[in-house]
């Protein structure tokens, strides 16, 4: 019940900015005016670190797009999409990003071309009204994350609305999907840690040998960089078991400024959600720069664009920056050269990382970058 | 002759080793009679100018059949424009050709290629021989002077003032004459009539080419066959071959029409058609005053010239006489700056004349006087150029009257652009001087290396290098001054004088500019329907959305976006200022 009434405020809050807009731009256009859309600049020059929660807040840049020659096409467009949205909250429906672009094939001569465009222009709506796309009734497609290990979730069934139990140690050699919305899931477990893994292939290797049962612990694998819906599923699973989060990713610059820096506190191009979306109590497990040399590990040259993105990251990202650890870290990969990926450590037999890697971390996880 | 003889038997002598070379000059040279000094001024006479052009007819635009006949005709008018004109008559000429032989058939290209395979020479295809009649209604010619005037080159009116005319030199319509005298032996026939006179003066003349002198065949009076009140009849049987199109008589009559908007053409053409081209206007062009030379540009030898055959008693007195706008202060400015005494003609010595002659550039001197030349203006070069041209866009510009060797001239340029012309072929140039079409010889003249000069892609055009530009363009030259320069007695072409060529220039680059000012206008209005009709495409759109999430009405959606549509097209006017 009370989970009701949190789901209605958020529709009221979407639905209450998206009619206020219309209204603004209808009265503005009626006077001779040019009507506007504000909505807060998407992007890293934007955002600011809070150092007490610990994640990426928004600044107060606004880009303001006012209906001129230039933008009458994407000004119908986003128009035409807070319409939708209204229809989709007022009929309790939701649409996935594709069917929206689907959807903008009825609007003529204004219709998206490609689902980047209608992607972009959703965005901007979430931004504008400071929701979740979720709460706008746009579904991604993007596939949450998987889990296995020492957790028990309590979801609804669809039809009944009774409670449904999952646990997660029962998959096999098989994982539990996380579902695009997470908000009413409810959690149980003695584990004594999340670890969150870049690749598939590290997860699978753990799951085929339980290393979950050995370690007491929740394995989540992220594919890359975390999905919302990962971020909040691990963000309510630490905060509501009070676990510690431990990322797992591959030593190269992706892995740090995109994949471990998104987990931890959010993205530049979702800033007005990071708040809710980051898991701010995630530590770095590995592959540091540091371990590429204790563990001798097999690594590649740095390319051209790893380079780039790492010297962005000390230059610009507020996280990094705020981070003495993580300047010197990147600094000295930059200065060795290469990166290494987790499964280099297959180098050293098949399981080493099970064996003698993870365990010899976790013993000194106080001393993980933060 | 004896002397010759020697020379000639002592030259192989000297020259041993050259006769043995096979040669063949230094062979007949054995036959060859030597001439000397003496030989040869025996032989040295006088050539009048009649036999020097009846041997040089290309000179004066004779050069093929197909021409001959257009510049007999050309002549003829211009004669009768000018006098006209003179005499404040609006013109009414009428050209008539009538064919006396059969006509020759043109060889086809298939014949053509068959005789090039056969490698015989190719037959001479024989002239078609044609009788001219060209009828004015002009003031007329004293029955005494019109021998001297149709049978002797180089007599005329026109030759000695400095007067804006179509004739200069006085060698056109006699030298048509000759030339049908020449191609066929029969002669010139003149009728004119005097307004006053009942009946009309009848002349049929030749020119004795040897002294330049006209032999009167028959001289009569008789009775006068047109309607109007004076006029003259030439009439010319000559050699020639009659084409339409390009470079035809046709064509010279319509672009004259064209500059001379106050004539009445009609050409009747040999097969009976009739080409009626009736005045635009009723009003006569004022008539350009005569001028005395300017002193800016007076070469050193011209100067000479006129001072030895002034009427004034002093040399202030002949500068002031023989020049125009030199008053008595401007004389003595120009003596005293020169150093020189205000001496007597008897006293005029080469380094006096020298002297002055150096120092007239240095004095401030006003233009010449502007009304000795007559203007075609603006509004007709435009018009001009209208009925020539299915074009979209028509500029004129007559620039101010300027000096070349003391002579004023005032040049002026039309440009029309797009519509029906070809975008893919260089520009048409129509050239005019003195109001007469110039047909031929386009590269060799002012206009045509002035045109090629200019960078035309500066604005908008495509332009080879060195070459015309290529484009939807026409271009109009008219060149109108007291005295043309031709590059040759045909008139074909005006001459290179560096003043007259920045003149052209700089009326081509002024018509070139409003061009550049209208493409650049254009194309903004384009882009402006283009941008009104994009915003017209998506606001619907805004007011549809709206209109759904805010239930509006159809009537308040309309509204919203007729609202929003005026707003956003001003606001593009906004943007751009």
């Keep these: 019940m009370a989970k009701n009434k949190k789901l209605d405020k958020a529709d009221n809050k979407a639905l209450q900015g998206i009619l206020k807009n219309a209204q603004e731009v209808y009265d503005k256009s009626l006077k001779g005016h040019k009507p506007q859309l504000k909505m807060p600049v998407r992007s890293l020059s934007n955002v600011r670190y809070e150092k007490k929660e610990g994640f990426l807040a928004l600044k107060n840049q606004l880009k303001i797009r006012t209906l001129t020659y230039n933008t009458v096409k994407s000004f119908a467009q986003t128009l035409k999409m807070m319409s939708i949205s209204k229809e989709l909250i007022e009929t309790n429906d939701h649409a996935s990003k594709r069917e929206t672009y689907y959807i903008s094939k009825n609007w003529g001569p204004a219709r998206f071309d490609e689902q980047p465009e209608s992607d972009t222009v959703m965005d901007d709506i979430e931004a504008m009204m400071c929701v979740n796309r979720e709460q706008l009734r746009f579904l991604p497609e993007e596939k949450g994350g998987e889990v296995a290990g020492q957790l028990i979730v309590y979801d609804r069934d669809r039809d009944t609305g009774k409670p449904l139990k999952i646990d997660c140690t029962g998959f096999g050699s098989g994982a539990y999907s996380i579902p695009i919305s997470v908000e009413h899931l409810e959690f149980q477990t003695k584990a004594k840690f999340i670890l969150c893994i870049e690749t598939a292939g590290m997860f699978q290797r753990l799951v085929a040998h339980n290393y979950w049962r050995k370690a007491n612990c929740i394995l989540i694998s992220m594919g890359g960089v975390p999905t919302r819906a990962t971020r909040r599923f691990v963000r309510r699973l630490a905060d509501n078991m009070r676990i510690p989060v431990y990322a797992f990713v591959d030593g190269d610059p992706y892995g740090f400024a995109n994949i471990y820096r998104t987990l931890k506190v959010g993205s530049g191009n979702a800033a007005h959600i990071n708040e809710f979306f980051c898991v701010p109590s995630a530590t770095f497990l590995g592959v540091t720069p540091q371990d590429i040399i204790d563990y001798k590990l097999p690594t590649h040259p740095l390319k051209d664009v790893d380079i780039k993105r790492a010297r962005d990251a000390i230059k610009n990202d507020p996280f990094f920056r705020f981070h003495k650890e993580w300047v010197n870290a990147i600094e000295q990969m930059v200065k060795m050269g290469v990166r290494a990926e987790q499964q280099a450590l297959a180098k050293h037999g098949l399981n080493y990382v099970i064996e003698e890697y993870l365990p010899q971390k976790i013993k000194k996880a106080n001393k993980f970058l933060p | ?577």
């Design chain 2, 1 to 577: 002759m004896a002397k010759a003889k020697t020379m000639a038997k002592q030259s192989p002598q000297r020259n041993p080793k050259k006769a043995n070379i096979p040669h063949e000059k230094t062979k007949t040279a054995k036959n060859v009679v030597r001439e000397d000094a003496e030989s040869m001024a025996k032989r040295q006479r006088e050539i009048s100018v009649s036999e020097f052009f009846a041997k040089n007819r290309h000179l004066l635009g004779f050069d093929n059949p197909k021409k001959a006949l257009l510049t007999a005709v050309k002549e003829a008018v211009d004669n009768s424009l000018d006098a006209c004109e003179e005499a404040g008559i609006l013109p009414t000429i009428t050209v008539k050709l009538d064919r006396l032989s059969a006509p020759v058939k043109e060889p086809t290209p298939e014949e053509i290629a068959q005789e090039g395979k056969s490698k015989k020479g190719r037959a001479v295809v024989p002239n078609e021989r044609f009788h001219l009649t060209i009828i004015d209604n002009g003031p007329g010619i004293v029955a005494n002077q019109l021998p001297k005037i149709f049978g002797k080159l180089l007599y005329g009116s026109k030759f000695h003032r400095l007067k804006m005319s179509r004739g200069q030199q006085g060698i056109g319509i006699s030298a048509a004459g000759m030339y049908g005298q020449m191609t066929t032996g029969k002669p010139m026939k003149i009728t004119s009539k005097l307004p006053k006179k009942d009946k009309a003066a009848f002349v049929e003349l030749t020119i004795d080419t040897k002294t330049n002198k006209p032999e009167v065949l028959q001289e009569k009076e008789i009775v006068w066959s047109q309607p109007s009140e004076s006029g003259t009849i030439v009439e010319i049987t000559l050699e020639g071959r009659y084409q339409r199109g390009k470079q035809s008589i046709d064509e010279f009559v319509t672009l004259n029409t064209l500059s001379n908007p106050h004539a009445d053409f009609t050409f009747i053409a040999p097969d009976g058609e009739k080409l009626h081209l009736p005045r635009r206007t009723e009003e006569l062009p004022p008539v350009p005053s005569e001028i005395k030379p300017h002193p800016y540009g007076v070469e050193l030898g011209r100067f000479h010239q006129l001072a030895a055959e002034t009427g004034g008693r002093s040399l202030a007195g002949f500068l002031q006489r023989d020049f125009c706008r030199v008053s008595e202060k401007v004389a003595d400015e120009i003596l005293k700056a020169a150093g020189v005494k205000d001496v007597a003609p008897s006293k005029f010595t080469p380094e006096i004349l020298n002297k002055v002659h150096e120092t007239i550039p240095k004095i401030a001197i006003m233009s010449p006087p502007t009304d000795c030349i007559v203007p075609i203006g603006e509004e007709l070069l435009q018009e001009t150029l209208r009925s020539q041209t299915q074009a979209e866009f028509f500029t004129a510009t007559t620039r101010s009257p300027s000096v070349y060797r003391g002579n004023p001239f005032i040049v002026e340029c039309a440009l029309a652009f797009g519509g029906e012309l070809p975008a893919d072929e260089p520009v048409q140039v129509f050239r005019f001087a003195n109001r007469v079409p110039l047909q031929f010889q386009p590269s060799a003249c002012a206009s045509h290396r002035v045109i090629t000069k200019i960078d035309w892609k500066s604005y908008g055009l495509q332009q080879p290098r060195n070459a015309v530009p290529v484009g939807p363009v026409a271009i109009l030259v008219h060149v109108a001054s007291v005295w043309v320069p031709f590059t040759s007695e045909s008139k074909e072409a005006i001459a290179d004088y560096p003043e007259i060529k920045n003149e052209i220039r700089l009326g081509l680059q002024e018509c070139a500019r409003k061009l550049s000012i209208h493409l650049s206008r254009a194309r903004r209005a384009a882009e402006e329907d283009r941008k009104a009709s994009y915003i017209d495409t998506y606001i619907p759109y805004v007011g549809e959305a709206l209109q759904e999430m805010l239930k509006l009405s159809d009537n308040q959606r309309d509204k919203v976006i007729q609202t929003l549509r005026t707003t956003l097209e001003k606001g593009k006017v906004d943007g751009e200022e």
